[in-house]
């Protein structure tokens, strides 16, 4: 079943169309005009367009346009008259899929036609994921005994809409996790759509989450579809959470209670059917006490809460994770694969790993670029000094968190966004921290 907008101005051309898709149980809205179809389109996500090229005011051809620039992964089918080929032929240049000609011969056709380029939607939303898919994105385990309850956990939320709070350190795959809900789900074909919260500004990320108008500010020179709409009837996947500031809360709180928003500068409301993933590796209760969290969002969001167990944890998945990150690595250097020493293993195995996931897929990618070889030995394994002093038990936390951070920032020479990636923590979080060690 789809979604599908018929935009016509004769009312029994209109409804014909409608009726004969109905017949194959879509939902089917239906336009009297271009600017009726435009402020559809506007509001909702639909999967196939079926319009006539010829309207008032607003014609096919600007609405083919509109639909290519908002829309892209929208199919387009035009209508039109005998002897206006020549313009469909034109809109099918701008990205359309293919056209009806008047007078439409009978229901079968408009429906096989309708069928075809709902395939191809389906067709291009597989390759996508089997893209995805092949370019090596990480198993949730690969058979360490505690991650089996949380697998287990995440299948059976997946087949619900339950919202799903996923709590864990930095660097644990809590993306990967919120992926893998999605594809278990019922939406596995639809959008899966994540937003960083600690990777936006502060004003900027309202517009990325909810969209805006033209002239909704300075630089708002057209309208922009927000996050949460593209990610309509799929999985929107909100990481970071705990780095949203209080208004920005307040405003999310409204979307999840009430599943609609309007877009900055903007009037209509904009109703959306998403399942909500969140993800953070900041501790929510104490933000709660202090006030910084609103406990309602906090709520809302922990339907279904979810810990991730760090990589120390987890010593079962060290090894064939670490071979599937530097199988990875070698193709992303464009370098036959890769192999560890057995040396190099037992480093591997014997490391704290505080960064979890991510440290170690950068620990194996420097691996590779120092060697230059496909036997990666235990010379090439160099750890970070946080990690080896952290693992001989020596300082307070405190301490070598601080020494962690001085350490990045006058390697990175000052720059705080890449030290706040190479230490897996979001940058106001850094920020935070540079503040709280007197490291301005």
Same mark, same amino acid.
């Given at each position: ?323 599937? $990150? ?5 193709? +992303?250097?464009? @370098?036959?694969? /890769?192999?560890?020493? !057995?040396? &190099? *293993?037992? %480093? $591997? ?5 505080? +960064?979890?996931? @991510?440290?170690? /897929?950068?620990?194996? !990618?420097? &691996? *590779?670029? %120092? ?18 002093? &952290? ?50």
């Amino acid at each position: 079943m789809a979604r599908i907008l018929v935009a016509d101005d004769e009312e029994g051309v209109r409804t014909f169309i409608a009726e004969s898709l109905a017949l194959d149980g879509h939902q089917v809205a239906e336009a009297g005009n271009g600017e009726a179809a435009l402020q559809q389109l506007n509001a909702r996500t639909f999967d196939l367009l079926i319009t006539d090229l010829r309207m008032p005011n607003v014609d096919g051809m600007t609405l083919v346009r509109s639909v290519r620039a908002q829309q892209p992964e929208l199919e387009v089918i035009v209508v039109t008259a005998h002897g206006s080929v020549e313009t469909a032929v034109e809109a099918m240049k701008l990205g359309a899929f293919d056209y009806l000609q008047k007078p439409i011969d009978s229901p079968a056709e408009i429906r096989l036609l309708a069928a075809r380029a709902l395939e191809r939607r389906h067709l291009l939303a597989f390759r996508e994921k089997t893209v995805r898919e092949a370019s090596g994105e990480v198993a949730l385990t690969y058979g360490d005994p505690v991650m089996l309850p949380v697998v287990d956990a995440l299948r059976k939320v997946a087949a619900t809409d339950a919202t799903v709070l996923l709590v864990g350190e930095s660097g644990t795959g809590k993306e990967v996790a919120a992926r893998a809900i999605h594809r278990w789900s019922r939406r596995a074909n639809e959008p899966f759509v994540a937003v960083n919260c600690a990777a936006l500004a502060e004003s900027l990320i309202e517009s990325e989450l909810f969209g805006h108008e033209k002239g909704a500010f300075t630089s708002a020179v057209d309208r922009r579809r927000g996050r949460i709409e593209l990610a309509d009837c799929g999985t929107f996947f909100l990481d970071e959470v705990g780095e949203l500031k209080p208004g920005m809360q307040a405003k999310l709180l409204r979307v999840l209670e009430q599943r609609r928003f309007e877009r900055l500068g903007g009037a209509r409301t904009i109703e959306v059917d998403v399942r909500w993933i969140a993800a953070t590796n900041r501790d929510l209760d104490g933000m709660m006490k202090d006030g910084s969290f609103r406990v309602d969002l906090y709520h809302r969001l922990a339907t279904f809460p979810v810990h991730l167990p760090p990589l120390r944890a987890r010593a079962q998945d060290v090894v064939p994770l670490a071979q599937v $990150l530097l199988a990875r690595a070698s193709a +992303g250097l464009g @370098r036959p694969p /890769a192999q560890l020493s !057995e040396e &190099a *293993l037992g %480093l $591997l195995r014997q490391a704290d790993w505080p +960064g979890n996931i @991510r440290e170690l /897929a950068n620990v194996l !990618e420097r &691996a *590779l670029i %120092l060697s230059g070889e496909q036997t990666i030995g235990p010379e090439h394994i160099g750890l970070e000094p946080a990690a080896v002093d &952290a693992s001989a038990g020596t300082g307070t936390l405190a301490g070598l968190e601080r020494q962690a951070i001085e350490q990045a920032l006058r390697e990175l020479r000052g720059n705080r966004r890449l030290a706040a990636e190479r230490l897996g923590i979001g940058l106001r979080t850094l920020y935070d921290k540079i503040k709280r060690y007197g490291l301005e």
